[in-house]
Structures are given as structure tokens and as C-alpha cells.
């Protein structure tokens, strides 16, 4: 049996945070699809190619992860790729509420479908691509809170 899960989010821009919470999604799945949210509610700084283009870079060393473009409802995405699990990031108890809302509501459409919620490493556990937006925005050093290419296409954007 391939258990597959779907780790979903906006990832505007991907951050060292969210690669540590795919490495270890692949010690419970067999396969992990990273779904990047074209998400109309949000104006991202990064177009959806953009994300996945940065996303797909970043974990090309991980040997069972696919990175894909959705806007659909999650349910039914998850449905199309057969997978039975949901990744989703805690970092502090301010993210429970709403992603135990979610969860709720994904079980209510699909019972077959379970949410896991991982912590990040302790390094990580501020970390939000909110938060590396801001500082970049004012040309501030996200080194070590993004991957290379990520860091690279932030500082393009400072200096434009």
C-alpha cells in the first residue's frame, strides 16, 4: 500500500520550515505531495510557476516528493491523487484553532482522510514566510530561514 499524504499551503515563499516538516512527513508516508494554493484571497509576492519553480529546487534531493499547483477544494484534490493524509505545520498554540477548524471540516467531506499535525524543529518554530517577507522586504539577511534559490529570488525582489 502507498500511503500518500498532501502537504498544502500557500508557500509564499517556501521556508526552511516547511522543508523540515516535508523530511519528516516522508518518515510516516511513502509519498509526500507538496500543494502549492493558487489561493485568489491572498496576493502573493510569488506567481503559483514561481512557487512550485522554488519549491521543486529546494527538495529535488527527496526521493519521494511531487510538487503540484491546485485550486481546487483540498478534498477533492486529495481524492485525485488517492492520498489518505493531510500535513499540516503547528508552530505555537496560536495555529491550533484554525487548523483544528480545518480539519474538522476536511473530516466532515472525506472521514477516510486524516490530518497530521507535526511540530517543526525547535530552530524553526517562529519561522513563517510572513515573517521572511517582512524582513526581506527591507533587504534584511534570510539567510539560514530559506532555501538557497529562495534567498536568491528574495533579494531580486528587494532590489526592484
Known sequence: MN???VYPGTFDPVTNG????IERSLRIFDQVIVAVAANPKKTPLFTLD?????????TSHFKNVVIDGFDVLLMDYMKQKNAVGIVRGLRAV??????????LMNRRLNSSVETVFMMPSEEYSYLTSSIVKEVASYCGDVSGLVP???ME????KCKQ
Not at 516547511?18 to 516538516?21: A, F, G, N, S, T
Not at 496560536?94 to 480539519?103: G, K, P
Not at 529570488?153 to 531580486?156: N, P
Open 18 to 21: 516547511h522543508i523540515d516538516l
Open 148 to 150: 538557497k534559490g529562495v
Open 3 to 5: 500511503r500518500i499524504a
Open 153 to 156: 529570488m528574495l533579494r531580486k
Open 50 to 58: 514561481k512557487r512550485v519553480a522554488m519549491i521543486k529546487e529546494a
Open 94 to 103: 496560536s495555529d491550533f484553532e484554525y487548523e483544528l477548524q480545518m480539519a
